[in-house]
């Protein structure tokens, strides 16, 4: 079965860094959309950045600049590096994937399946 785990979360202060992990298992990582979501209390979940099956990329404007999504598809590992982080991006974070639609992000419905989150605290 499709299962997602992420890490990689904690706390930092306001300008610091974090890069959080996500691993895949159950299909075939390298063929699927990924994609990095948010939650903070109270506000309703957002998009983040994904990346495709040919690694294409695209992030919301909030982060634009500052956080990078990549892949090792050797691994299952998705990655999210997180730099000058400020307040406003503490929140929880969640990776997904995009089955059974293959190799691009446009189209394909919503992301499918979930990880758990980890938690990201911006102070």
């Known amino acids: 079965h499709v299962q997602l785990v992420e890490s990689g979360g904690g706390s930092v202060q306001a300008g610091g860094s974090l890069r959080l992990s996500c691993v895949g298992s159950?299909?075939?990582?390298?063929?699927?959309?990924m994609g990095w979501f948010r939650q903070a209390p109270g506000k309703e979940r957002e998009g983040v950045a994904t990346?495709?099956?040919?690694?294409?990329?695209r992030y919301a404007d909030s982060v634009k600049g500052r956080f990078a999504t990549t892949r090792d598809n050797a691994k299952h590992t998705l990655y999210l590096q997180m730099n000058s982080l400020k307040a406003e991006d503490t929140a929880m974070y969640y990776c997904?994937?995009?089955?059974?639609?293959?190799?691009?992000?446009?189209?394909?419905?919503?992301?499918?399946?979930w990880g758990q989150g980890t938690q990201v605290t911006v102070s």
């Open positions: 997904a994937a995009k089955l059974p639609w293959m190799w691009t992000c446009a189209g394909g419905g919503e992301f499918e399946y």
């Open positions: 159950g299909y075939d990582f390298s063929m699927h959309c």
């Open positions: 990346i495709d099956a040919y690694g294409i990329t």
